[in-house]
């Protein structure tokens, strides 16, 4: 096995972040520094980091929470908030997981967490256009401006221009329910654009990401992917890849 796709299978980071690791001197192969990222190495070689063993090929999980609004997306947090890794079954936490991507402190819904470092590299690639889906029940009407704006693509007020976004609006009751799907992932899009337009977000969730749908999953609770999930997330990382 090359010696980049050995580091990428211990779940430690991507193939293109051992990539670097290796070409600045942080890899060993038995006590010596190895340069070069395609050298052949087999399971009796012992892999080094930074002076540390690196352990061999493991395990993969990946799991899906419907993360509650007021909850960090981290796996530690210095102001003693809840984390996402609270939430996830007694036999994961131990595990060497991590959010794929983020949802702000007060969004809530589907967040991906997985020890597949080369995957959720990919994943979080621009490259890949992972499309995502969002549940946001505003305050009031949406003017048939603010919907064209929104489905053009907007210019921020920071001043970064936007895709076009699908959206579609239900008002009822005093409120608007927006269906929008994103295919870029700028931080805090959805709120930004909301702000710029004038509206007041009641509540923003994530229904989806790619193949991969929330479903009828409890607030707060978390379970792994099917077989199934996992081999069209991955054959559709592969079909984005061809396609760029």
């Given at each position: 096995m090359r010696l980049n796709k050995a580091i990428a299978a211990s779940g430690l980071c991507s193939r293109r972040k051992?990539?670097?690791?290796?070409?600045s001197g942080r890899i060993t192969v038995n006590g010596i520094a190895e340069p070069n990222p395609a050298r052949q190495v087999s399971p009796e070689d012992a892999l080094g980091v930074d002076g540390r063993p690196?352990?061999?090929?493991?395990?993969?999980?990946?799991?899906?929470?419907?993360?509650?609004?007021?909850?960090?997306?981290?796996?530690?947090?210095?102001e003693g908030r809840p984390t996402v890794m609270d939430y996830l079954p007694k036999n994961m936490r131990a595990l060497r997981l991590y959010p794929v991507g983020r949802l702000d402190y007060f969004s809530e819904g589907l967040l991906l967490l997985t020890n597949d470092g080369q995957l959720a590299q990919r994943l979080t690639h621009p490259s890949h256009h992972q499309p995502k889906t969002y549940e946001v029940l505003v305050r009031g009407a949406v003017s048939d401006a603010?919907?064209?704006?929104?489905?053009?693509?907007m210019r921020l007020a920071e001043g970064e221009d936007?895709?076009?976004v699908e959206v579609e609006a239900s008002f009822t009751k005093g409120r608007t329910l927006l269906r929008m799907v994103l295919h870029q992932g700028l931080n805090r899009q959805i709120r930004r654009m909301c702000r710029d337009l004038g509206l007041t977000i009641l509540y923003l969730k994530r229904v989806s990401q790619g193949p991969i749908e929330l479903g009828g999953l409890a607030s707060g609770?978390?379970?792994?992917?099917?077989?199934?999930?996992?081999?069209?997330?991955?054959?559709?990382?592969?079909y984005t890849s061809d396609a760029a």
């Amino acid at each position: 096995m090359r010696l980049n796709k050995a580091i990428a299978a211990s779940g430690l980071c991507s193939r293109r972040k051992a990539d670097e690791l290796i070409l600045s001197g942080r890899i060993t192969v038995n006590g010596i520094a190895e340069p070069n990222p395609a050298r052949q190495v087999s399971p009796e070689d012992a892999l080094g980091v930074d002076g540390r063993p690196l352990t061999g090929a493991q395990d993969f999980y990946y799991l899906i929470l419907n993360k509650p609004v007021q909850v960090v997306c981290t796996v530690n947090d210095p102001e003693g908030r809840p984390t996402v890794m609270d939430y996830l079954p007694k036999n994961m936490r131990a595990l060497r997981l991590y959010p794929v991507g983020r949802l702000d402190y007060f969004s809530e819904g589907l967040l991906l967490l997985t020890n597949d470092g080369q995957l959720a590299q990919r994943l979080t690639h621009p490259s890949h256009h992972q499309p995502k889906t969002y549940e946001v029940l505003v305050r009031g009407a949406v003017s048939d401006a603010s919907l064209a704006a929104m489905r053009h693509g907007m210019r921020l007020a920071e001043g970064e221009d936007l895709m076009p976004v699908e959206v579609e609006a239900s008002f009822t009751k005093g409120r608007t329910l927006l269906r929008m799907v994103l295919h870029q992932g700028l931080n805090r899009q959805i709120r930004r654009m909301c702000r710029d337009l004038g509206l007041t977000i009641l509540y923003l969730k994530r229904v989806s990401q790619g193949p991969i749908e929330l479903g009828g999953l409890a607030s707060g609770r978390a379970r792994q992917l099917t077989a199934a999930e996992i081999k069209v997330l991955k054959d559709c990382l592969l079909y984005t890849s061809d396609a760029a």
